[in-house]
């Protein structure tokens, strides 16, 4: 028995998949987030670093750092279902782009946030033009600037190709971020992060944070299908299945 993927591409048929598949992400997410939490706050060290230690305050990155991964990684997936929808004109893959640009927007600006309250203990600033804030910054602007120029359009047709050439155009800024993180020279691009490297990070916070990471995945699913949904049956009122759906669902 084979299984024809193809036919998830129609509104219609991804529709009650989508219905089917919320429940367990949303499952998934309190899971992670008890069990990323709990081992952030009780099973890490009380301070980070060596000689200029961070203290308990450093506890806001099991927030922050996921978040950040999260901005960056639902941005390339929004310019993966943009540029499907443009290549292939399929009207299911702008609406996925669509539903996706506001979970990863409230994660950049999480991550700005998180930051901040970091940077202020850290480093005695809750703001810095370091190349890491800014352009996080940017990101968070390319999204807002997405959303906003979907909405500005009244065609739906037009808005998906505006905003889709957007979002590709601003798929520059996902390697600068991470260039500006892991510069190869610290003397050229000096800033207040670190370089990453997964490799030096303690066990448990490693666990902890990758953890945290799972769960604000399993919420970018969750709250990217039920937006979806409703994008569909806004998009979609006039066919008939929505109509027999509606109809459905008053007789109940």
């Known amino acids: 028995m084979t299984l024809n993927w193809f036919k998830f591409a129609s509104p219609a048929t991804f529709y009650p998949l989508a219905g089917r598949l919320i429940p367990p992400f949303w499952i998934l997410t309190g899971v992670l987030l008890v069990i990323g939490l709990y081992w952030g706050f009780f099973q890490t060290p009380d301070q980070l670093g060596g000689s200029n230690a961070q203290k308990e305050y450093y506890r806001?990155?099991?927030?922050?750092?996921?978040?950040a991964w999260m901005s960056m990684w639902l941005y390339v997936v929004l310019v993966f279902w943009a540029a499907l929808g443009l290549v292939?004109?399929?009207r299911l893959s702008f609406m996925m782009a669509n539903a996706v640009a506001p979970t990863g927007a409230v994660f950049t600006f999480l991550a700005l946030w998180t930051g901040a309250f970091w940077g202020r203990p850290s480093w005695g600033?809750?703001?810095?033009?370091?190349p890491r804030l800014t352009s996080e910054l940017v990101l968070f602007f390319l999204y807002i600037g997405y959303?906003?120029?979907?909405?500005?359009?009244?065609?739906t047709r037009r808005a998906d190709r505006a905003s889709a050439l957007l979002a590709i155009v601003g798929l520059v800024m996902v390697p600068?971020?991470?260039?500006?993180?892991?510069?190869p020279d610290p003397t050229q691009c000096a800033a207040l992060h670190q370089r990453s490297g997964l490799g030096k990070i303690e066990s448990n916070i490693l666990f902890?944070?990758?953890?945290?990471?799972?769960?604000?995945?399993?919420?970018?699913?969750?709250t990217s299908l039920m937006r979806l949904r409703a994008i569909i049956l806004r998009r979609e009122a006039e066919a008939s299945w929505v109509q027999e759906l509606l109809n459905r669902e008053r007789s109940r």
Request: aromatic content about 22%; some cysteine; charged content about 10%.
């Open 60 to 67: 806001i990155i099991f927030v922050h750092v996921p978040a």
């Open 88 to 90: 292939f004109n399929t």
């Open 125 to 130: 600033t809750y703001w810095d033009w370091d």
């Open 147 to 155: 959303i906003a120029l979907h909405a500005a359009i009244d065609d």
């Open 176 to 183: 600068v971020i991470y260039w500006s993180i892991n510069c």
């Open 208 to 222: 902890s944070m990758l953890t945290m990471t799972l769960a604000f995945w399993m919420y970018s699913f969750a």
